[in-house]
């Protein structure tokens, strides 16, 4: 959703510079618009407009404003058409207070008539406004803005975080209610936002925050207080290891062929974790639970959807793939004490699936076990366990790495899970741990290295095309899921991803002369896909296969354009390394429509809102 950053320092004079140095690491939460307020020898100074963090800084000089605090903020709008006005940070009723959100607030028609009929000058449709006002009708009140700020909550329904300041008092003050906020303590200034990258250019000293806390921050130090009963708690600032470079592109015209690449570290890296101290306290929790849920959204739910596979597979475990916003009405009913939820989010901040932890914790129907990528997050908070994605930080909107890491975590816990209950002998149990975390990276390696300059052949043969299927079958299903999705997001065409098997129940009839079909197959069968790649090819369609090489499918690709081949493998292996000509193929095609990958129009990488 949007993205917050406030710093308080003693002695910078130019705080604009910074504050769009480290906005800008925010731009995967959203580019409809950005703003910057910035105080100056107490008067605030406040400049917003549509576009991203340089297209508006080149219009209203952002990084030129004077001052020593400020705020900047990164929308994706929700309520309120993104415009200028709409546009965040906003003052309140006149400029003495200023301030900004990510999330967004439930109540906003309710609590905007409650402000207007009250006297309060709303002149925005955003939502983000209204805590502004809210802080200010507090401060009218106790004339203490750290009370204010805390007082302030009760009148906001919904998921947010937000930070605040008066043109008048040095210090900035920020609440984290169920969106992303994190902490810095620099040299001589203090900072906080709604995300890590955007903190590492001032300081790696890193204060975590939960939800239900808030901060004032002030050039010397933060102050946490909880906010229910305003109790000032103890946080020690600490070192974190990802530095600043580590979000930049290393040398890759794009994040997301940066993020591709480290695949195979990402494989070592999670393997690393998945054998550490914890494993058995994953193990035992999903061990424990009579019936299991997999609850997620986007490339996540795919990467769930494998897992399903993985978990039958290997262990014999049902586990039921559902996407978070479907959960509650499809499964709501059915969970008990003894169901746990498996809520895979990268950002650990998807709406969609805070929702489902809530309704989980709230009802006390069964656990929940959370896979998430970013430290901190809501979700790693709140729920019961949680399991490290182990990724580093994933700029770039479409998931990739994230994804990849997803499907490891699922294949490791079905093995484990199958060696308990004796679905795998211990010998099985060992090689398929062996296979994950030494034959993998290396296949992820050598297969980046063989299908990227065939993905980038057959995307050129692809530019034209605006409709296409790309199918699945069996341990296959989730990764087509997937190609599918990569398409829709950065190639902005229509791609659907469904099982290979159920598309002559209908689909079938788009099929005309050259119509493009995708196969994702694997050796173990390709024996049934062969029956639904001449399903289209006897109608003079266009099949597309993204496997290993067989001579048996050979005959069915019109060229060698069309056969997307990876290294030999295995079946357990299979569905982790062909995704990679997938992601490579929407990549390129991405590019060769001369769209940005990484920032791909109407999508942010972290959706905090309904
Ligand atoms: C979407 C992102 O907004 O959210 C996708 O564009 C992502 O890339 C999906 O897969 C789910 O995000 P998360 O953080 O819950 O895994």
Request: aromatic share 8%; hydrophobic share 40%.
């Amino acid at each position: 959703m949007c993205g917050i950053t406030g710093i308080v320092s003693l002695n910078r004079e130019n705080i604009g510079e910074v504050l769009v140095k480290c906005g800008r690491k925010l731009t995967y939460r959203g580019y409809d618009s950005v703003g910057l307020a910035a105080v100056h020898e107490g008067k605030v100074d406040l400049r917003k407009d549509v576009g991203t963090v340089d297209a508006v800084d080149k219009l209203l000089g952002l990084s030129k404003m004077k001052g020593d605090r400020g705020i900047v903020q990164l929308r994706w709008a929700t309520y309120g058409p993104p415009t200028k006005l709409n546009a965040q940070p906003h003052f309140a009723c006149d400029d003495s207070i200023y301030g900004a959100h990510n999330g967004n607030i439930h109540n906003y028609v309710e609590y905007r008539r409650e402000l207007v009929e009250t006297g309060h000058i709303v002149r925005s449709e955003n939502d983000g406004e209204l805590c502004v006002h809210a802080v200010d009708k507090y401060y009218e009140q106790t004339g203490d803005m750290l009370e204010a700020v805390r007082l302030s909550t009760r009148d906001l329904k919904g998921a947010f975080s937000f930070a605040v300041g008066r043109a008048d008092s040095r210090e900035i003050y920020a609440v984290k209610m169920g969106s992303s906020l994190v902490a810095g303590v620099g040299n001589e200034e203090t900072i906080a936002s709604s995300d890590l990258p955007s903190i590492l250019p001032v300081t790696n000293n890193i204060i975590y925050l939960a939800d239900g806390e808030m901060l004032a921050l002030s050039p010397e130090k933060v102050e946490v207080y909880r906010i229910e009963d305003g109790k000032r708690l103890t946080r020690k600032p600490e070192p974190t290891t990802i530095d600043v470079h580590a979000a930049e592109k290393g040398g890759f015209p794009h994040f997301m062929l940066k993020e591709i690449n480290e695949q195979p570290k990402v494989a070592q890296d999670v393997m690393g974790v998945l054998q550490g101290a914890k494993s058995d306290e994953w193990l035992n929790i999903i061990e424990e639970s009579k019936n299991l849920y997999l609850v997620a959204c986007g490339s996540s739910y795919n990467a769930g959807v494998v897992g399903a596979y993985y978990f039958n597979r290997l262990a014999g475990i049902p586990l039921v793939p559902s996407i978070g916003g479907q959960f509650e009405s499809m499964y709501g009913r059915a969970l008990d004490e003894d169901s746990l939820s498996i809520l895979v989010s990268q950002s650990g901040e998807t709406k969609d699936i805070l929702n489902v932890l809530n309704l989980v914790k709230s009802q006390g129907r069964g656990k929940t076990l959370g896979i998430v990528n970013v430290i901190g997050s809501t979700l790693m908070f709140n729920a019961d366990a949680y399991i490290p994605m182990a990724c580093g930080y994933e700029v770039s909107v479409p998931a990739t790495k994230t994804y990849f890491s997803q499907t490891v975590i699922f294949a490791y816990l079905a093995a484990m899970l199958g060696e308990r209950n004796g679905t795998l002998d211990r010998q099985e149990a060992k090689s398929i741990v062996r296979m994950l975390s030494q034959d993998l990276p290396t296949q992820a390696q050598a297969t980046i290295d063989h299908t990227g300059i065939l993905a980038k052949n057959l995307a050129k043969t692809l530019i034209g095309v605006k409709d296409l299927y790309c199918l699945g079958y069996g341990m296959t299903d989730g990764v087509a899921r997937e190609g599918a999705l990569k398409i829709k997001e950065i190639c902005y065409n229509h791609c659907e991803g469904m099982y290979s098997s159920e598309f002559k129940h209908g689909p079938l009839s788009i099929v005309t002369r050259d119509y493009p079909v995708i196969f994702v197959t694997t050796p173990e069968d390709s024996w049934m896909v062969i029956n639904h790649i001449n399903e289209v090819k006897c109608r003079f369609g266009r099949a597309i296969i993204v496997g290993e090489r067989e001579s048996s499918l050979e005959p069915y690709v019109s060229n060698e354009v069309d056969y997307l081949e990876v290294p030999k493998g295995n079946i357990v292996l299979n569905p982790m390394i062909d995704v990679i000509p997938l992601q490579l193929l929407s990549y390129f095609l991405s590019v060769d429509l001369g769209i940005d990958p990484d920032l791909p129009r109407n999508l942010s990488k972290t959706l905090t809102v309904d």
